[in-house]
């Protein structure tokens, strides 16, 4: 059981139930993590906005799911662990290989995905303060410096929604049970 209220279209404050009505319309259904999010209004608006304005970055797909299911993984989001492995297999056709290395914290099978993970963790790791030869390795894998910034952008995006989740232990839905992760103890 949640310890926030996982609030529905009908239950939330006047001002999330718009958002609310477009995920449903998108997903079929309302991931719990929006009727989490549902419970402040300028949360909800938040997360969907920056997902919006993330998708636009410079990364591809594959890439942005590389940094949210590495954030989420580092952050022991089992929601959003599950929530980013469903997109990468149903939206992005990721290989297995590759979504359960992210999943389970292991070596990447692309040289290039796994200098973007191994950033992506220093990222959080460091607070931003990565050292000289991390920032010299992600650029020697081909990222510039408009995507050291958006590693930093996937990594807030990725806060709001992991620490949003882990604190309030929301459970999964039941769509997004075939994803389920629990973190490595």
């Known amino acids: 059981m949640s310890r926030i209220t996982v609030q529905s279209i009908e239950s939330a404050p006047e ?42 970055s410079s990364f591809t797909l594959a890439e942005r799911e590389v940094v949210q299911i590495t954030a989420a993984t580092n952050h ?5 662990v599950a929530g980013h492995t469903a997109i990468a297999y149903k939206q992005g056709n990721l290989s297995t290989e ?3 290395g992210l999943r389970q914290q292991t070596a990447l099978p692309d040289a290039r995905l796994e200098a973007l993970a191994a950033f992506t963790r220093a990222i959080i790791r460091s607070k931003g303060a990565v050292s000289e030869a991390e920032l010299a390795d992600f650029k020697a894998a081909g990222y510039g410096e408009q995507q050291v910034i958006e590693v ?20 999964l839905n ?10 490595k103890v």
Not at 152 to 166: D, E, H, K, Q, R
Request: charged share 15%; net charge negative.
């Open 152 to 171: 930093i952008l996937g990594v807030a995006l990725a806060t709001l929604c992991n620490f949003s989740n882990v604190l309030a232990d929301t459970e």
């Open 76 to 80: 022991g989001c089992s929601f959003c």
């Open 174 to 183: 039941p769509e997004l049970a075939a994803y389920r992760w629990q973190a």
């Open 15 to 56: 001002a999330s139930r718009p958002y609310l009505e477009k995920a449903k319309a998108r997903n079929g259904f309302v991931p719990n993590l929006l009727g989490v999010l549902a419970n402040a209004p300028s949360a909800i608006e938040t997360y969907l906005t920056v997902s919006e304005i993330n998708s636009r």
């Open 98 to 100: 590759l979504v359960e």
